[in-house]
């Protein structure tokens, strides 16, 4: 593992300090968001390999975020992933709605984002 950039989106303290410590084990660089103007911030310094994004942010539709996150992302291929606590169909129907490129469902457990999100960065299955 390479040391992969990965952003994490959400307005969860709990979710970003416990995913963030969890994929920095991993050997993940991470940088998170808790919203609109600390996303914009690390998006127009650092530039991530993967965005990890909650669907439901209190200023932004998840529509609107996955837009603005793919017109923020310097390279096209950065892969735009929905994370959150819906089903995974609904995440699906989501993800293929807003042009997010895969999708996490918390529900699952975060102890698992990391073998996950290498998955993904290897172009495997989400």
Known sequence: MDGKNVLL????????????LLLEAAGFA????????QLDAVLTTWSPDLVLTDVNMPELTGLELCRRIKAQVAREDVPLVLLSSLG???LAKLAQRYGADAWLSKDQGLDRLPERVLALCEGGPS
């Open 9 to 20: 989106v959400d307005d969860s303290d709990i979710v970003l300090d416990v995913g963030k």
């Open 30 to 37: 991470v940088r998170t968001a808790h919203d609109l103007r």
């Open 88 to 90: 995974d169909a609904e």
